[in-house]
């Protein structure tokens, strides 16, 4: 712990020295396993949902799920446009690039653009001098149009765990004006927490630090799914099974609550057996002592096959305003809650049958250690003053 600590202290700075003096935290790495990530995004300029999904080469039911946003049955998503410094959540998957936790993209240059543009259109999470020293750029190797070009954004694992609770990091760029205090109220952590997460020094940012923030999230690993491993943030959901299935987190709860997701059709295997309910359906039958509760529940999915299974327990207290599904670790709820905008679906550019905020298939080994706690930063103090100190000359 001390070694990996000390770590991402030295990397802080080598960060501080040579950005400008913006903060942002770094997670080295040894495996090439990688986890469910977010990057928050302030768009530049009007952009429709498939040059976001394009740009940052990922699925549109992708940013959709990992924004609430209803799925119908529309073929016309990609042409939706939203507006200049519409905040969205981008889910991506975080590898381990040379050591550091990291998503690697590529950018093909068009003729009007600088480096600054570029940075500009990726919300700022890189820098116009980090892309003219990832990919060489000089006077002698200048930016040309059609050229092909490497781009790193900033990313976090933290083996999906913030004090014991699963969660997803997301990477955000602080805006002018903000806080702590405003950020953590915004996406529900504490000032502590974040400084906690990012191993600020001072419980300070300055615009264009980049932090890590937690968000509490859903989890399938105790639910016994055959083949399949989601981590859902809170709020959002999921769509897998090939767009069969439709998970949602809820917040209140932190359990996953699975249905049909009504996008496709053809879909089968989505009845329990020896029972007339589907996928999220719960049947609740009356008795002199109470009620039993039946609930058909997904299992996860296989080669184009679906696994779902009967669960049935009694209840001695009956009620209308009773929530059954919360006996069940996956069971039908109400509608979701209402999203900020609906959407219609449509194709992606970069298809993949496993799409939603968290829908990457099984969990890949992950960088051993967890994010730092306040307490351990406070009984090895001393050992990491060394470190600030050598920031100083570092920097």
Avoid at 75 to 98: F, M, T
Avoid at 155 to 179: A, D, H, L
Avoid at 377 to 387: E, G, N
């Amino acid at each position: 712990m001390k070694n990996q600590l000390a770590s991402v202290l030295i990397l802080i700075c080598i960060v501080f020295s040579k950005l400008t003096h913006a903060k942002s935290i770094i997670e080295p790495c040894t495996s090439s396993g990688t986890c469910p990530s977010l990057l928050s995004y302030v768009l530049p300029w009007d952009s429709k949902l498939s040059e976001i999904a394009y740009r940052f080469q990922v699925n549109v039911f992708d940013i959709m799920a990992a924004n609430s946003i209803n799925i119908t049955t529309s073929s016309s998503v990609g042409n939706r446009i939203l507006g200049a410094r519409s905040q969205l959540k981008v889910p991506i998957s975080c590898s381990c690039v040379d050591g550091i936790r990291r998503v690697m993209l590529s950018y093909m240059v068009r003729a009007a653009d600088s480096l600054d543009l570029i940075s500009e259109g990726y919300g700022r999470l890189v820098s116009g001098e980090q892309l003219r020293t990832l990919n060489g750029i000089s006077s002698k190797n200048p930016l040309t149009s059609g050229q092909s070009i490497l781009v790193k954004l900033p990313c976090t694992c933290f083996n999906n765990s913030n004090n014991g609770v699963t969660s997803v990091f997301m990477s955000y760029v602080v805006q002018s004006g903000e806080s702590l205090s405003s950020i953590g109220m915004e996406f529900g952590t504490t000032v502590m927490e974040l400084v906690t997460v990012n191993v600020l020094g001072q419980p300070t940012v300055d615009p264009g630090d980049i932090l890590a923030i937690p968000i509490s999230a859903c989890s399938s690993v105790n639910l016994n799914w055959y083949n399949e491993s989601l981590i859902v943030p809170n709020g959002s959901y999921a769509i897998t099974a090939s767009n069969c299935i439709k998970c949602i987190c809820r917040p209140s709860t932190l359990t996953l609550q699975c249905f049909p997701s009504g996008i496709v059709n053809g879909c089968s295997h989505l009845q329990c057996k020896g029972s007339n309910l589907f996928i999220g359906d719960v049947s609740i039958d009356r008795t002199a002592t109470g009620c039993n509760v039946s609930t058909c529940v997904y299992r996860g999915h296989n080669g184009g096959k679906i696994f779902r299974g009967l669960v049935n327990s009694s209840q001695s207290h009956c009620s209308d305003d009773e929530d059954y599904s919360r006996e069940s670790p996956v069971a039908c709820p109400n509608s979701p809650a209402v999203p900020y905008i609906s959407l219609p679906p449509s194709q992606s550019p970069f298809p993949n049958p496993n799409i939603g905020t968290a829908a990457y298939g099984p969990s890949g080994e992950q960088n051993p250690s967890s994010a730092p706690t306040y307490s351990s930063l406070l009984h090895k103090a001393p050992y990491y003053s060394f470190w600030v100190v050598l920031c100083f000359f570092l920097i």
